[in-house]
């Protein structure tokens, strides 16, 4: 039997969290969630595939129906790599520390790099206010990001805080997410560093 939220009108992140406590409550069948916005859908999408729930988006008439149902999964295959580490970075700024702007995006360039070196990498690399901006158009560290996205790093940006500095068009690495999101990753670390 199929199940349906309707979150066309919602503010983020209702419409992740309503679907999330739909899901935990069926043990068989699927739910549609159907959305009005792109970042809704997009972070309705993420949370399903974290769950490892299939998925499937048509768009009709400006809003999004999100097709959620169950798949068979090997626990090895959803097995972090062993090179990961239960741990969540939160960046609130593009700068590393108190004092001088200029420093501080120096010690950030620096941090960043060393983070590409070291082993194991964090498992989530969470970016709100001002720290959205490293991973935007212009940031002196998208490499460093990049190379940490390939290796399975989750990078999250923060998609109110993108819309804020009006950089949602100019993210250049990982995706948008909401709080619900970063609260969920930082909760479920054993660890999470804030920078």
Do not use: H
């Not at 699927?30 to 970042?39: A, G, K, L, M, Q």
């Not at 997009?42 to 490892?52: C, F, G, I």
């Not at 960043?112 to 989530?124: D, G, Q």
């Not at 989750?154 to 948008?176: A, F, H, P, R, W």
């Amino acid at each position: 039997m199929d199940r349906q939220v309707d979150a066309r009108g919602w503010n983020c992140p209702k419409p992740v969290i309503e679907t999330k406590k739909l899901l935990e409550s069926i043990k068989e069948g699927s739910v549609v969630t159907i959305v009005d916005n792109e970042v809704a859908k997009e972070n309705v999408t993420k949370l399903a595939k974290s769950m490892a729930y299939n998925v499937d988006v048509k768009e009709m008439g400006g809003d999004y129906y999100i097709n959620i149902y169950s798949q068979e999964v090997v626990k090895d295959v959803l097995a972090q790599p062993k090179k990961l580490k239960e741990m969540a970075i939160l960046f609130g700024s593009d700068c590393m520390g108190e004092g001088s702007e200029e420093l501080g995006k120096v010690l950030m360039k620096g941090f960043m790099y060393t983070l590409t070196e070291y082993s194991p990498y964090p498992k989530a690399l969470l970016f709100i206010n001002s720290g959205v901006k490293l991973t935007t158009e212009g940031s002196d560290v998208l490499d460093y990001l990049r190379q940490l996205e390939s290796e399975g790093v989750e990078i999250l940006s923060c998609g109110t805080c993108l819309d804020y500095y009006n950089l949602k068009n100019k993210l250049m690495v990982g995706g948008v997410t909401n709080m619900y999101t970063i609260v969920d990753k930082m909760n479920n670390a054993k660890n999470t560093i804030k920078l």
